[in-house]
């Protein structure tokens, strides 16, 4: 289908405004995407309306913790990534086949939306893969879904541009953002992209309004160390607020690391203790069960307010609220 956010250059190669690649491509050449392509005259996207699964998730798995906690949402992947993470625990749907061929199942936006609306859930995800990469789809199911009342999520690594997040800025409520570490060496080496980015868009998405968690992958050796830890709570605290959660998650071995080690809970409880002692008031452990990791906490008091074990919620009183103080924790409760 024909793709959106593109120019035609002087020279007659299409510039495409959709990622911070910003991919420049001659005549029949795809994007690091791989599902872009130039067609001649225009741009065409592969993956416009392919949905490669549809599951119903707890939101606690996209991970969200302080958006509708408790409740389901309609989850959609489609097929490609402007990333090549090495450890992607998702590859077989984020990397392209070597045959060029795209799998999945071709469906409407309304038919997504109407799915959605029938499973009578209160949000709708796009997740599994980078979501930016099957924009024209997220563009309109959010639309149509919106008039039903469901609200749309984005599971991402952050490498929109700002034209992308601009044409989202009205249909998107919630985002959760994989800051996967404090170095642009990291995201050179490990994923072909840049880290100013991502912690430019972080900054944009914040001051848009909608509801922001970040997700960090804890990899023992790689973006594990005690400065790099500090960096990131740090720049959550200062550039995103000491209410953003900040989700740090144990990495298992996948893709081109599956026989890389796994990360050990030592090390995700003292990412824990290094978040809460920049001043975050909500750092979570997930992929291993955590006995201070998966809880909220009142920041004003201390009590707890939401229980958790792994996705399953255990309110301790209203939804948002501090049972002993009636402190309001940041968040979308309803």
Request: hydrophobic share 35%.
């Amino acid at each position: 289908m024909r793709a959106m956010l593109w120019d035609i250059l002087p020279n007659g190669a299409i510039q495409c405004r959709l990622c911070a690649h910003r991919c420049r491509l001659k005549k029949g050449k795809k994007g690091q995407c791989g599902v872009r392509i130039n067609n001649g005259n225009e741009m065409t996207s592969l993956v416009g309306n392919v949905v490669s699964c549809a599951h119903m998730d707890p939101v606690e798995k996209k991970p969200l913790y302080h958006f509708l906690p408790g409740t389901k949402t309609f989850s959609i992947g489609s097929v490609g990534c402007n990333f090549t993470c090495s450890f992607c625990q998702n590859h077989s749907i984020s990397q392209i086949p070597d045959t060029g061929v795209v799998p999945g199942k071709r469906i409407s936006p309304e038919e997504l939306a109407r799915l959605a609306e029938e499973q009578s859930v209160p949000s709708m995800a796009f997740t599994y893969n980078e979501p930016t990469i099957f924009f024209e789809l997220v563009y309109e199911a959010a639309a149509i879904a919106q008039i039903s009342g469901i609200r749309s999520i984005l599971v991402s690594n952050g490498y929109m541009s700002t034209d992308c997040l601009q044409a989202l800025s009205q249909r998107i409520s919630a985002i959760n953002v994989d800051l996967k570490s404090f170095s642009d060496a990291f995201y050179a080496k490990y994923c072909e992209a840049r880290l100013q980015p991502v912690l430019d868009n972080l900054k944009s998405i914040k001051s848009m309004g909608w509801w922001l968690e970040v997700t960090t992958l804890v990899i023992p050796g790689l973006n594990d160390s005690e400065a790099e830890l500090k960096e990131i709570a740090a720049f959550i605290r200062n550039d995103l607020g000491e209410n953003t959660p900040w989700h740090l998650s144990a990495f298992h071995g996948a893709h081109k690391m599956a026989n890389y080690p796994a990360t050990p809970l030592t090390l995700l409880e003292k990412g824990w203790q290094i978040g809460r002692e920049a001043g975050l008031n909500f750092v979570y452990i997930g992929n291993l069960s955590s006995a201070i990791g998966g809880n909220t906490f009142c920041p004003s008091c201390g009590a707890l307010v939401i229980e958790r074990h792994g996705y399953e919620v255990r309110r301790t009183g209203h939804p948002g609220k501090c049972p002993s103080c009636s402190f309001e924790l940041p968040g979308v409760w309803k």
